[in-house]
Each structure stands twice: as C-alpha cells, then as structure tokens.
C-alpha cells in the first residue's frame, strides 16, 4: 500500500497543492495506518474492508487518542480511500460510512488583560534575540494571527508606517492592522535585531532564528511556552491562546464581530461568534480595532 500512498501524497502536492503542514498530517496519518494494516497481514488498498477501518478505529481509541486526534485520522483515510475510489483503484469505498467519534468542544483558553500584559512584557532585555520574542508575541495578540501565518510573514507582508500586515494563502489574502505597541516592538526588531540574528545570511523571511533561518513553528512553541513560565500563568499557553484572547478582549470590548472574523481570518461567523455574546456593532475593521484592542 506504500506506492498507493505516495501516489495520493502526489496528488495531494501537485493537484491540490495542498499546504506543507496537510502532507505532514496525511503522510503520518496514513503511514501509521499502513503500518497497522500490514500487521494486519493487509498490503493492499482493494483488500481493506470497512471492519478492518473500524477496527482500526478501535485500536486508536484503546491506545488512548483523543478524539480530535482519531476524527482528524479518519478524515485522513477518508481522503485517501476516495481518491483510491475515483481512479478506479478499488470497487468500493470502505471508508465512505466510517463514522468519527463525538468531540466535546472545549472552551478555547482565554488569558486575562492582565496575564496578557504580564506575558508580553517578560521579554523585557536588549538582546537581538529578546527583542525578537517581544516584536513575535507582540504582534501575535495584536492581530490574532495563526502562528502558521506569524512565522510565514515576509518583509514584503508588513506596512510598518500604516501599521498592516497582509496575510496569504492558497485561496485568498486578508490585511490585518496592528496598533502603537506592535509597531513599537517591530521597529526595534527591525532596527537592532534582525540584521545579527542574520548573521549575513539573506532573507525574505520577517523572523528568524539566532542561526539566520526562518522561525519554525515548534520554535516559537517554545519561546511562548518559555514567556508563559517567566509570567507564572497557571493556563497552558500555545500560541492560538493568544489568538484565542485577542478576539475575547476585542469582541468583549465592543467591537464589531463581522470585524474581529475578517480579522482572523474565519470563513464561518460561528466560529468567532464563539468567543462571547457581547457584540456591539462599529463601523469597520479599523474602528474596531482602534477603539477595543487592549494595545492599540
């Protein structure tokens, strides 16, 4: 089943284009699937039946998966199996009425103004790579981004003088504002600290790392795991609590609702409608901005 896999890997890269971290997913997804299989004594796609899948299944859920964990799986293999089914490879899909288990939705960890304020302010040194931490956390609450998007911006994506930056992906781009303590942290980044961080390398990359190479997003895991520490916050920080918390604070101050989705990016109003039931409506992304953002 190995070749049928790296076929659909193919496809997935060269027709879907799908993103890197969707191939990293759906490569693990479905090797250890494989693997299981061929313990199985099943080496062959047309051979898996949908008892085998939920047996599978069943074996994910006795070695202790989440839940979250076991549907993203099964959405791998559904993938997978109906690519099989469409180019003729297989008669039927076995994993076309596999069902995933229910996910209790968890309420998205949301850190006071204070602790906020507390977290961003431990990088408080003037070191290339301090200043660094501090213009990255910074920036990270005061537009909401995934950290995907955080260490994927390039030079070209921020308008400092504005005080923008321009998000991309496959299917569409947003523009994002930052206030005066965003722009004040990325100035000095920009100023003092990214130059030796360099050390001579080029990079269109806006972060990067003390060797001179874009910031990864296991790196900056660590640097807000890190911060997160220093600050004594009891909440297990990742950087989507930050993202988590700027649409808290903004929508619990008054801002418009259809303004914080555009900001962060979300193509279903529920999801940001999530965050809380206090909407205020204002007249446009900047003046929800402006006007709630605890660090304008």
């Known amino acids: 089943m190995e070749t049928e896999i790296k076929q659909f890997m193919d ?45 599978y299944v069943l074996y994910l859920e006795r070695q202790g998966r989440a839940s979250t964990t076991i549907s993203r799986v099964l959405a ?10 469409r180019q003729g490879n297989i008669r039927r899909d076995p994993a076309e009425l596999l069902k995933a288990p229910k996910v209790e939705k968890k309420a998205p960890t949301i850190l006071t103004v204070e602790e906020v304020t507390s ?50 992906d496959r299917h569409k781009e947003r523009t994002v504002p930052f206030g005066r303590a965003a722009k004040a942290a990325l100035a000095q980044y920009l100023e003092e600290a ?6 001579g390398n080029q990079s269109e990359q806006l972060f990067v790392n003390c060797s001179g190479s874009p910031m990864s997003r296991q790196g900056f895991w660590k640097i807000i795991k890190h911060y997160g520490e220093k600050a004594k916050i009891k909440e297990d920080i990742t950087p989507h609590t930050l993202r988590h918390s700027f649409a808290a604070h903004l929508i619990g101050r008054g801002a418009d609702i259809q303004a914080v989705q555009t900001m962060m990016g979300h193509s279903d109003m529920a999801t940001t409608q999530a965050y809380t039931a206090y909407v205020e409506k204002e007249d446009s992304v900047m003046a929800a901005y402006h006007t709630a953002h605890p660090r304008p």
């Open 194 to 199: 990214r130059f030796s961080l360099l050390k």
């Open 76 to 85: 791998s293999i559904k993938a997978f199996f109906h690519y099989e089914f």
């Open 11 to 55: 496809y997935l890269s060269q027709e879907r284009q799908a993103s890197k971290n969707t191939q990293i997913s759906y490569r693990r997804d479905l090797s250890q699937m494989e693997l299981y299989l061929r313990e199985q004594g099943i080496t062959e796609a047309q051979k898996v039946t949908r008892t085998v899948l939920n047996s």
């Open 119 to 168: 977290l961003l302010n431990q990088p408080s040194g003037s070191s290339p790579k301090e200043v660094r931490d501090k213009a990255m956390l910074e920036l990270l609450y005061a537009t909401g981004i995934r950290v995907s998007e955080l260490v994927g911006l390039k030079m070209g994506d921020i308008n400092l003088s504005v005080g923008f930056i321009t998000c991309r």
